[in-house]
């Protein structure tokens, strides 16, 4: 049974993470750098597909929006926890931390779909290359990608609504620095049964859809491979799935490899807001030809110019001579 003592909850209170004493200034100066290496190498890559043509194509469209998304999600906690491990004022209002749960649960969804449809491009690009083009139009990239953020923020605002018609205990603290779905209904003092089964039957038909969609498409992905064992098409499809395949694989192994850790929620919840979203851009620069090529090229252009704003210069002082 819940205690039946409640209250109007103005704030609620973030104990953050579990943290030794002493140590807050070595975590602070951690977490800045991975968030601010999110936010600048996330920018970079989406400059670099704005800027060269040649990656103007699906599969750079849609990392474009994931590594938008990445900024996002990790913009929701990051620095709210950041503020509050300097000012050790761990507050956060009622319509704040509302706000940050439906943020965190709608880019946290689109993430888990813009890496299902592009899953679905890179089984496109390889197992139907002539038909590509035709297939992979802009009008259907642009139609996933809506489809993508529409689901996602249905999927946040569902959720965000079963949860404000809750009535909270008198201890407003939550476990957790952000404020996390789960850690919210274990404050409440209303049923949260409904809650629960949404939870259970929505988020899982929308995890395991798009987890299937990745599966089926690698599947028969590798399938195609196998029919013709080719050293070149098996180096040509890792070199076109390589980057998304260990995205992927980063993705969900934090939720597979969670389940067996303690404090799995706090963990968990910091490998998707900062670990994650700070290590796409380099997975997707180490390991994809096509971004390197366009990152130094972006250099070389930053060279031209400078170069050329310098000779005026050097001209004047040498005729000054």
């Avoid at 800027?51 to 938008?68: E, G, I, N, W």
């Avoid at 709608?106 to 299902?116: I, P």
């Avoid at 910091?270 to 979203?277: F, H, I, N, S």
């Avoid at 252009?301 to 000054?320: E, I, M």
């Amino acid at each position: 049974m819940r205690p039946e003592n409640q209250s109007s909850v103005s704030q609620f209170l973030l104990l953050g993470l579990p943290i030794p004493p002493g140590q807050q200034s070595v975590f602070f100066t951690l977490f800045l750098g991975m968030y601010l290496t999110t936010v600048l190498g996330n920018l970079l890559i989406i400059l670099l597909i704005r800027l060269d043509s040649r990656l103007h194509t699906p599969m750079y469209f849609f990392l474009s929006h994931l590594a938008f998304s990445d900024i996002s999600l990790s913009s929701v906690t990051v620095p709210k926890m950041l503020m509050n491990m300097q000012t050790q004022q761990q507050s956060i209002s009622y319509v704040g931390c509302i706000s940050q749960l439906y943020a965190f649960i709608l880019f946290g969804g689109l993430d888990n779909f813009l890496l299902a449809v592009m899953a679905y491009d890179r089984y496109v690009a390889i197992c139907h290359p002539l038909q590509y083009t035709t297939i992979m139009t802009e009008e259907l990239c642009a139609l996933l990608v809506a489809g993508s953020w529409m689901v996602a923020c249905g999927s946040a605002l569902l959720h965000t609504l079963l949860l404000v018609r809750l009535s909270f205990c008198t201890n407003n603290t939550i476990t957790h620095f952000f404020c996390d779905l789960a850690a919210l209904l274990k404050l409440s003092c209303s049923d949260i049964y409904l809650n629960e089964l949404v939870i259970f039957t929505e988020g899982g038909m929308i995890f395991f859809m798009c987890f299937g969609v990745i599966s089926c498409s690698y599947i028969r992905i590798g399938t195609i491979m196998l029919r013709v064992p080719s050293t070149k098409r098996l180096f040509k499809a890792f070199s076109t799935c390589g980057s998304h395949l260990s995205v992927v694989f980063l993705y969900y192994g934090v939720y597979f490899f969670s389940s067996s850790w303690d404090s799995k929620d706090i963990i968990a919840s910091v490998m998707y807001t900062v670990v994650t979203p700070m290590l796409n851009p380099f997975i997707y620069s180490l390991r994809n030809r096509d971004i390197k090529q366009a990152l130094e090229m972006c250099v070389n252009r930053v060279k031209f110019f400078k170069g050329q704003s310098l000779n005026p210069l050097v001209a004047v002082r040498s005729t000054g001579r």
